[in-house]
């Protein structure tokens, strides 16, 4: 799913740090979010800070954590 969203931005030096909070069980319906929270810009690539989840359908978190990877930016 990471990759993608972030393809070589991820496989270059994307990280992953993860909680695993509870277990998914066989029939549960699974539901992966995430929000930016922090952008930086380091010569043509942008950095994204993003913070994700992963929770059932009843509302149980099952993953929670931070993804970051870089992204290229356009030319100027």
């Given amino acids: 799913m990471v990759e993608g969203v972030f393809g070589v931005g ?3 030096g994307g990280s992953l740090n993860v ?4 277990p998914a069980r066989p029939g549960d319906v699974l ?4 929000k930016v929270r922090k952008i930086s ?3 043509n690539i942008r950095v994204l800070s993003c913070e994700v989840r992963c929770g059932n359908q009843k509302d149980d978190t ?5 993804i970051t ?5 356009p030319e100027k």
């Fill in 41 to 43: 810009d380091s010569d």
């Fill in 31 to 34: 539901i992966f979010a995430g």
């Fill in 19 to 22: 909680r695993f909070k509870n």
């Fill in 10 to 12: 991820w496989a270059a």
């Fill in 69 to 73: 990877a870089g992204v290229a930016q």
């Fill in 62 to 66: 099952v993953i929670s954590g931070e």
